[in-house]
């Protein structure tokens, strides 16, 4: 009979909710001891000993922290996200690179504030300036766009200030994000190369995308990843009728948010011509009358299998004794 004991872990930021699974199937709620280090001690010394325990919670806020803490003490733990998908936390550094990418978020919001003003009181740049945040763009507003009321002057210097900031943050990002890569695992390296292959994902895509799913092999199929992302249409079936609605929108939030972004490269003309140009998905929705925001969802979702593939592929090279999926 096996030993095994199933804890499971309900976290917060400042307690944890316990319940364990004896081995001869009795399930006991434990209570809830604080979300600190000591008393996670003094819960594996009391349910132990470690290599007896299998401990599990649902991906959150707080990060994997307590997944290290349980693995340092020897307890075998899994973290899940929503949908029991199972999660791979990594390392420190690896999260840490995670957490770097997510600041990119911040340089397009601090535009899109600045735009938003410049629309509401009415300035538009001129003709000549055909692109916005350009060289060209930035200087027209600096040297162009005044206001006569002091707190809208404060305003717009402090809008740009943000902006300008931002970018020098961006740069900086890149070049850490570059060095992080130079320092990662050759599995990694070799992924992230082959992601930039597909239209619209450049470098810090890829690295988001590697830093938030780690090892793409894990996902037994695209539709599993791509339901993991949220990107998949809801469903509401009662008897034998089935209806569906938009995407969940469950799961990984920064990585749909990346993908999707991703998908709106394929609203331009690619450089190709005859039957490939035909056949392109996003024209093809959109001379079905799509709306714009469904064909990129629906793009983005079929560019998750793409990654999946080019991952999956990538990852076998590094795992012979493993056949790619």
Wanted: net charge positive.
């Amino acid at each position: 009979m096996s030993k095994i004991r199933f804890v499971g872990l309900d976290v917060h930021a400042d307690t944890i909710a316990v319940a364990v699974a004896e081995p001869d199937g009795e399930v006991r709620a434990l209570g809830i001891i604080p979300n600190r280090l000591e008393s996670i001690r003094k819960l594996v010394t009391k349910l132990g000993p470690a290599k007896q325990l299998k401990a599990c919670y649902e991906a959150g806020p707080t990060g994997y922290v307590l997944y290290w803490e349980l693995t340092a003490l020897g307890v075998a733990c899994e973290v899940v996200a929503p949908g029991l998908v199972p999660v791979k936390p990594g390392d420190r550094v690896k999260t840490d690179r995670r957490d770097a990418t997510k600041l990119a978020r911040s340089y397009r919001a601090a535009r899109h504030r600045l735009s938003k003003f410049l629309l509401r009181h009415g300035r538009r740049p001129p003709e000549d300036v055909k692109k916005a945040w350009t060289l060209k763009y930035m200087t027209w507003i600096q040297e162009h766009v005044h206001f006569d009321q002091p707190a809208l002057e404060t305003t717009l210097l402090d809008y740009v200030q943000e902006v300008e900031h931002m970018a020098e943050r961006i740069v900086r990002l890149e070049k850490a994000i570059t060095e992080a890569i130079q320092k990662a695992p050759p599995e990694i390296r070799a992924v992230v190369q082959a992601l930039q292959a597909l239209r619209g994902v450049a470098q810090l895509t890829a690295v988001t995308v590697v830093a938030e799913l780690g090892s793409l092999s894990r996902f037994q199929s695209p539709r599993q990843l791509m339901g993991y992302s949220g990107l998949v249409s809801s469903e509401y079936s009662s008897g034998n009728r089935v209806q569906r609605g938009g995407i969940t929108k469950t799961g990984n939030a920064h990585l749909r948010r990346v993908v999707i972004e991703s998908a709106w490269a394929y609203q331009h003309r690619p450089w190709i011509g005859g039957f490939l140009l035909r056949r392109t998905r996003y024209k093809k929705l959109a001379a079905a009358g799509k709306k714009k925001p469904q064909i990129v969802t629906a793009v983005g979702r079929e560019l998750l299998g793409f990654l999946w593939a080019i991952a999956v592929q990538t990852e076998a090279k590094f795992r012979p004794d493993r056949k790619a999926a």
